[in-house]
C-alpha cells in the first residue's frame, strides 16, 4: 500500500472551515448555493477516497509483480517524495488546513520515531505485494485491531471489556482459516506482511503517547508534512544499500520503455490522494465513517484485484476473508458500546 498518514488528529480539527478544500470540491461554481448539493459532493469523495486507496494497491501490485520493477523499498521513498512535495503545496499555497510548526527538539525526535515506524510498515506492506495477491495483503490487513488491542495493552496496560477481546476471536479465525485456504500462500509474504499489519497498529498506538500534549497535537495532513521527508530521508540509504542504484536502473527502464515513468509518477501522486481522501472524507461525514468505509474496502479491493489479475480464489478462503472483516465490524461496535458504558 501507499503512505497512508493517521486519521485520529484529523477529528479535532474536522469542524473548522477550510474555504480552499471547499472551494477545490466546489464543482457548480456558476450555480447558486441552494442549487449545490452537499450530498453529491461528499458522495464524490467517497468515490475518490475508494478510487485513490484501491488504486494505489493495484498499481503497487502491477509495478512489483507484473512489470517488474522489483524495489518496493525505492517505490516507498518516491512515495514519501510525493507526499512531501504535494504537502507543502497544499498546507503552504493551497492552505487546505491551517499551517501548524514543530514546535520543539523533543517534538521533532517524536514524530522521527514515529516515521521510522511508519517506513517499516509501508516498505513491509508494499513488498508484500510482490509476493502476494491484493485480495490476500487486505485479508491480513484487516487483522490491524487485533494488533492494535495487543499494542495498546502490552504498552499502556490498557485493559478492555472481555467482550471487546472476544470480538477479536473471528478476526483471527478468519485469517487462520484464508491463510490456510489461499492458492498462492507465500511463507515470506505472510511473515513480512503481517508485520507490515502491526507496524501499522504499533504507530497509532506510539502516536497517541508521544503527541498527546496539547501543544504537539498535530493535524494529520500537518503530521504528513513532516513525516514524510524524514521518511524519505530514513529511506534513501536503506534503498541504496538493499537495493543497488536504483537510479540508475529506473533511468535503464525508463529509456527501453518511457511509460515506467508515468506509472511511477502516477502512483507516487495517488499515494498522496489516499492521505487526502482520507481527511476529505472524514472532514465531511465522520471519522466513524472513515471506519467503515475501510471495512468494506478491504473487501471491494480483493474483489477488484481478483477480476484485474485473475489471482486463484478458494470458497474457503472468501469465507475466511469475509468471517474476518465482520469480525472486525463486530470489533467495531464492541468497542463503542464499551466507550458509551465508560462515559
Given at each position: 500500500m501507499g503512505g497512508e498518514a493517521p486519521t485520529w488528529a484529523t477529528r479535532r480539527l474536522s469542524n473548522q472551515t477550510l474555504t480552499t478544500a471547499d472551494h477545490i470540491l466546489d464543482f457548480q461554481t456558476n450555480a447558486p448555493p441552494a442549487a449545490r448539493s452537499p450530498t453529491i459532493s461528499t458522495a464524490l469523495i467517497v468515490l475518490s477516497w475508494y478510487l485513490s486507496n484501491i488504486g494505489v494497491l493495484l498499481l503497487n501490485k502491477y509495478l512489483l509483480s507484473f512489470y517488474g520493477f522489483r524495489f518496493p523499498i525505492f517505490l516507498t521513498m518516491l512515495h514519501m517524495l510525493s507526499c512531501t512535495f504535494y504537502s507543502y503545496l497544499s498546507i503552504l499555497f493551497l492552505k487546505i488546513v491551517p499551517t501548524q510548526r514543530i514546535q520543539s527538539r523533543t517534538q521533532f525526535l517524536k514524530i522521527l520515531a514515529l516515521s521510522a515506524i511508519f517506513c517499516f510498515s509501508v516498505v513491509c506492506g508494499n513488498t508484500s505485494l510482490r509476493y502476494l495477491p491484493v485480495s490476500f495483503n487486505q485479508a491480513i490487513g484487516a487483522t490491524t485491531p487485533f494488533f492494535t488491542a495487543i499494542f495498546a495493552f502490552l504498552i499502556t496496560c490498557k485493559r478492555e471489556p472481555a467482550g471487546v477481546y472476544f470480538a477479536l476471536l473471528p478476526v483471527v479465525f478468519g485469517i487462520v482459516l484464508a491463510s490456510n485456504s489461499e492458492p498462492l500462500f507465500h511463507?515470506?509474504?505472510?511473515l513480512i506482511c503481517v508485520g507490515s499489519t502491526a507496524g501499522r497498529a504499533l504507530k497509532s498506538v506510539v502516536q497517541?503517547?508521544?503527541?498527546?500534549?496539547?501543544?504537539?497535537?498535530?493535524?494529520?495532513?500537518?503530521?504528513l508534512r513532516f513525516m514524510a521527508?524524514?521518511?524519505?530521508?530514513?529511506?534513501?540509504?536503506?534503498?541504496?544499500?538493499?537495493?543497488?542504484?536504483?537510479?540508475?536502473?529506473?533511468?535503464?527502464?525508463?529509456?527501453?520503455?518511457?511509460?515506467i515513468l508515468f506509472?511511477?509518477?502516477?502512483?507516487?501522486?495517488?499515494?498522496?490522494?489516499?492521505?487526502?481522501?482520507?481527511?476529505?472524507?472524514?472532514?465531511?461525514?465522520?471519522?466513524?465513517?472513515?471506519?467503515?468505509?475501510?471495512?468494506?474496502?478491504?473487501?471491494?479491493?480483493?474483489?477488484?484485484?481478483?477480476?484485474?489479475?485473475?489471482?486463484?480464489?478458494?470458497?474457503?478462503?472468501?469465507?475466511?476473508?469475509?468471517?474476518?472483516?465482520?469480525?472486525?465490524?463486530?470489533?467495531?461496535?464492541?468497542?463503542?458500546?464499551?466507550?458509551?458504558?465508560?462515559?
Open positions: 511463507f515470506f509474504g505472510f497517541g503517547i508521544l503527541l498527546t500534549a496539547e501543544g504537539e497535537k498535530l493535524h494529520s495532513m500537518n503530521l521527508p524524514m521518511a524519505a530521508g530514513i529511506l534513501l540509504p536503506v534503498t541504496l544499500y538493499v537495493e543497488g542504484n536504483v537510479a540508475a536502473v529506473t533511468a535503464e527502464k525508463a529509456r527501453a520503455d518511457p511509460f506509472l511511477l509518477i502516477g502512483n507516487a501522486t495517488v499515494a498522496y490522494l489516499v492521505n487526502l481522501t482520507n481527511f476529505l472524507v472524514t472532514k465531511h461525514t465522520s471519522a466513524l465513517t472513515l471506519q467503515v468505509l475501510g471495512n468494506a474496502k478491504a473487501a471491494v479491493a480483493a474483489v477488484v484485484s481478483i477480476l484485474i489479475f485473475r489471482n486463484p480464489v478458494t470458497v474457503m478462503g472468501m469465507a475466511g476473508f469475509s468471517v474476518t472483516v465482520m469480525g472486525v465490524v463486530i470489533y467495531g461496535e464492541a468497542k463503542k458500546r464499551s466507550k458509551n458504558t465508560t462515559d
